[in-house]
């Protein structure tokens, strides 16, 4: 599978559609929005920029993805007021694969543009908006144009499923499931881990020639509370989501064989493994490293029931990939009966999710 091609966020602004079900993203991302705010205004008094340039890498589409711009804006607007400096241009530049929703984003820019200005002098400073699409495991920019790099809740996604799960005849060896279970023979953690390796060690790599001395990144990622890596938490989902696909598998409206072929691109790494990546690659310095967890609360909602807008949550990214591989005809019953196993499993125990943000500083180039 062409992972450039099939995966992305659902775009549209239908009910199923990431832009209407990111929410859970959006609390990850205002949890340390401080840690955020507190390296912008550092990354502002160490490098005073006339032309500053930020990506977001991974950015998807819906209404997070302007509000990342704003939030941003705004933080060095304030930070330049302090110090008594002219705010600088602002080139943003939004990064994702070639299939996500950027027309999406492009006819939301009027508007946004009307409300980044609304009340200020002559318009403010410049903010100028572009699109780079591909893969960010690997180079997208130019040397040294970039002052800030932000990624929210992408870089736990791999640029492939791991090849090391397939044995000599390219059978996998995690038949009995999408992702790392109780289940999953030897050789499965370590070849996810091995892909996880190959994959931010090149991200670190070609961000560290893109990234201005002084440049900073703001990472948030999901990942895992430590060396085990089945849990109640994300390794959790994955297993409900499992079970909803095998239960389809009894059913007969899936066939065996594409259940034992599906795997997930994912992989979800603890703190010491993103410190030792860090380490070993050596052109960024660790900042800030924090994990913070966020449980039904963060999901809630009076309408529906929290296995309910979990499972909407993620259709609206997993749905292309399932799609793809299954077909669009069992998506409706897929997500009923995840939803289902959510509720079941939250009413016997809390369930919460963990995640990292990452604060780096490049001081090499």
Not at 137 to 143: A, L, M, N, Q, T
Request: hydrophobic share 35%; with cysteine.
């Amino acid at each position: 599978m062409d992972l450039e091609k099939a995966f992305h966020m659902k775009g549209g602004l239908d009910e199923t559609s990431y832009p209407k079900n990111s929410a859970l993203q959006k609390k990850g991302a205002e949890t340390v929005k401080h840690i955020t705010l507190e390296s912008i205004e550092k990354l502002i008094m160490e490098t005073r920029p006339k032309s500053m340039g930020i990506a977001d890498m991974g950015c998807s589409s819906g209404p997070n993805t302007l509000s990342n711009v704003k939030e941003i804006v705004a933080a060095v607007e304030e930070t330049c007021r302090k110090i008594g400096e002219a705010a600088p241009e602002f080139r943003f530049y939004l990064n994702d694969l070639p299939t996500n929703d950027f027309n999406t984003i492009f006819q939301a820019l009027p508007e946004f543009y009307r409300e980044l200005n609304a009340g200020k002098e002559h318009g403010g400073r410049p903010v100028y908006v572009a699109g780079f699409p591909g893969t960010f495991y690997g180079r997208i920019f130019p040397d040294n144009c970039l002052h800030l790099v932000y990624s929210s809740y992408s870089l736990h996604w791999l640029s492939r499923v791991p090849l090391g799960i397939y044995d000599e005849q390219n059978m996998s060896m995690n038949r009995k499931s999408i992702y790392i279970s109780t289940r999953s023979e030897n050789g499965v953690c370590e070849a996810y881990y091995k892909q996880f390796q190959e994959d931010f060690s090149l991200y670190l790599k070609s961000r560290c020639e893109e990234v201005v001395n002084g440049g900073k990144m703001v990472l948030i990622l999901l990942g895992r509370e430590g060396p085990c890596h089945v849990d109640r938490g994300i390794s959790l989902l994955w297993e409900l989501l499992y079970q909803s696909l095998a239960t389809l598998v009894d059913q007969g409206e899936v066939e065996v064989e594409r259940l034992e072929s599906y795997e997930v691109n994912f992989y979800a790494p603890s703190m010491e493994e993103l410190e030792d990546e860090v380490r070993k690659q050596g052109g960024f310095k660790i900042e800030v490293i924090h994990k913070f967890q966020m449980d039904r609360d963060a999901a809630a909602s009076n309408s529906i029931s929290y296995g309910n807008a979990m499972a909407k949550a993620v259709r609206s990214i997993q749905e292309p990939m399932i799609a793809h591989h299954f077909g669009h005809g069992i998506l409706d019953k897929l997500f009923q009966l995840f939803g289902k196993l959510v509720d079941q499993e939250t009413a016997k125990d809390h369930v919460t999710s963990t995640s990292i943000v990452l604060v780096l500083t490049n001081l090499y180039n």
